[in-house]
């Protein structure tokens, strides 16, 4: 099981509000992703980051922004929940130069 | 025209059956594929990992590609209940970002 954490694991928040998410990971991952997961679509990367002041825009027009002040840990932050918002956030980590994702259980968003 | 397409399903099947599961790419320089599990609820996580064409097996999975018809499968031999999951297939061409295109998953349904 891989070591990559995401909390809350489900937030209820409206509209508005400033949410931050939550992802660590203890594998010593360079690479971390934040991807957007809606029910039978494809996940769309949103941002990701190298390393340690690394980060990137991913595919997906977005609204939030991430920070990677240490290798562990890689907050996403909604400066201003829309009901657009409402989805699921899967963090995940890999090695610099691999491919193969590590995948953490996601937060589930609903904005009201 | 999307890189990767995936039938979402969902797929039914009894259990022992075998199951197939497919994507189609438009990009000839993918190289690398890999096949994604993910239980309700729960990140994906890695079953399966080929590089360029062929064959591989492990245990009841077995993942395929075929470049020239740019076709994945991944078959599941003895499917079981635990099987019911939706599975994603993932790739990347060679260098780059190292950040595979997802296709949006099958949904997999093994009833008893």
């Known amino acids: 099981e891989a070591d990559i954490y995401q909390t809350p694991r489900y937030l209820v928040i409206g509209t508005g509000k400033k949410i931050t998410l939550e992802c660590s990971q203890t594998?010593?991952?360079?690479?971390m992703y934040w991807y957007q997961q809606d029910p039978g679509m494809e996940l769309h990367l949103i941002h990701y980051s190298y390393g340690v002041n690394s980060t990137e825009k991913g595919d997906l027009s977005s609204e939030s922004t991430v920070s990677r002040i240490r290798t562990e840990h890689f907050p996403l932050t909604l400066e201003s929940a829309r009901p657009s918002h409402t989805s699921q956030y899967l963090c995940a980590s890999s090695y610099l130069q691999q491919e193969t994702q590590y995948f953490g259980p996601g937060t589930r968003l609903l904005v009201l | 025209q999307k890189e990767v397409e995936q039938d979402p399903g969902p797929l039914s099947v009894p259990e022992g059956a075998i199951v197939s599961l497919n994507c189609t790419y438009s990009n000839s320089a993918f190289q690398y594929f890999m096949w994604y599990r993910q239980y309700s609820r729960k990140g994906p996580e890695l079953l399966m990992y080929?590089?360029?064409?062929g064959n591989k097996e492990d245990g009841r999975f077995t993942a395929q590609v075929d470049k020239s018809s740019k076709y994945i499968s991944l078959f599941i031999r003895d499917s079981q209940p635990s099987d019911s999951a939706t599975y994603l297939c993932a790739m990347r061409a060679s260098g780059g970002s190292y950040i595979p295109t997802f296709g949006r998953g099958t949904s997999l349904i093994v009833h008893p």
């Open positions: 594998m010593g991952h360079d690479k």
């Open positions: 080929t590089y360029s064409s």
